[in-house]
């Protein structure tokens, strides 16, 4: 399922020599509740330690190989000065697709009783230009979206009519305005190398079936990253995650506004993001 994407054209003016700019898509993960339940058995959750351990407010959602972005090819664009003024392209697409179980992950021997799905994910994504020769980030916008969803299962039936959705359709983007980028959604480690799966069986056994894959190296790495500075983060507390956003009927910056920090003469001309699973756009 395509989930969610963004989209933007930012135009540049002309960069000197020896300036180098970057503009993009950032992404982070603020709670995640992604629990599969096995009758009266047990159930599994996929869990994020370092959110559940409260080491970091957010986690990264970047690819891994280019943080802090989300991406580095259509994600993210590179302005090498010399150079004149040019307008680039940066969208992203975050997909929904993951695979749970039919059977009991502590013994697959058994028939198959998933009786449940239920996800609760809450990200925030920014438009950010960032001065790579000073390493400085300018936030030129702010989104924040959900993933909900409440799935019945019924194994006795045929393939095909197993699942129903009993709430928790996909939800449009909504825009916070002036929110700051908290350090940890700039470095590792990332969603994807921080989850791992748990078991909490019914008798009050609990233990990890897939482990996550950060190690003592990535932990060593995000020390070595804790210098990251982003140019509005002063003064983020857990408020400005939790302060209610804004209802947007549009999502568009008018042409020709400029970043409102003075040293960020990019121009950008059109921001869309929307939910692709429901009919509207934003």
């Known amino acids: 399922m395509r989930l969610y994407r963004a989209y933007s054209m ?3 003016p002309d960069v000197p020599s020896g300036e180098i700019w970057e503009v ?3 992404q982070a993960c603020t709670n995640m509740d992604f629990i599969n339940t096995y009758g009266d058995t047990g159930s599994t959750s996929w869990e994020f330690p370092h959110l559940t351990s409260g080491r970091h407010s957010l986690l990264s959602d970047s690819d891994g190989s280019q943080y802090p972005w989300y991406g580095h090819v259509r994600e993210r664009a590179i302005i090498k000065g010399p150079s004149k003024r040019k307008t680039v392209e940066v969208k992203m697409t975050d997909n929904f697709h993951p695979h749970v179980t039919w059977l009991l992950p502590i013994n ?11 996800r609760d994910q809450t990200f925030y994504t920014w438009l950010v230009v960032r001065n790579l020769s000073k390493d400085q980030y300018y936030v030129c916008r702010s989104v924040k979206w959900f993933m909900r969803v409440d799935i019945e299962v019924d194994t006795v039936k045929e393939l095909g009519s197993r699942a129903t959705v009993k709430s928790g359709y996909p939800q449009q983007p909504v825009d916070v305005p002036n929110l700051s980028i908290p350090t940890c959604a700039l470095r590792p480690p990332n969603c994807n190398g921080n989850q791992r799966l748990m078991w ?12 996550s894959k950060v190690t003592d190296e990535d932990l060593s790495i995000e020390d070595k990253h804790s210098n990251y500075k982003c140019h509005s983060c002063a003064g983020f507390t857990m408020e400005d995650l939790s302060r209610s956003p804004t209802e947007s009927n549009n999502f568009f910056l008018d ?12 121009t950008t001309h059109d921001v869309d993001m929307w939910d ?3 009919d509207t756009k934003l």
Do not use: C
């Not at 697959?108 to 239920?118: C, Q, R, Y």
């Not at 008798?203 to 897939?210: A, D, E, H, Q, W």
């Not at 042409?255 to 990019?266: E, F, L, P, V, W």
């Open 108 to 118: 697959k021997d058994k028939p198959a009783n998933l009786t449940h799905i239920f």
């Open 24 to 26: 993009g898509w950032i």
């Open 276 to 278: 692709e699973s429901v």
């Open 200 to 211: 909490r069986g019914s008798n009050g056994k609990v233990f990890v079936v897939i482990n």
């Open 10 to 12: 930012v135009e540049f």
């Open 255 to 266: 042409s020709n506004t400029r970043y409102t920090d003075k040293q960020t003469m990019a």
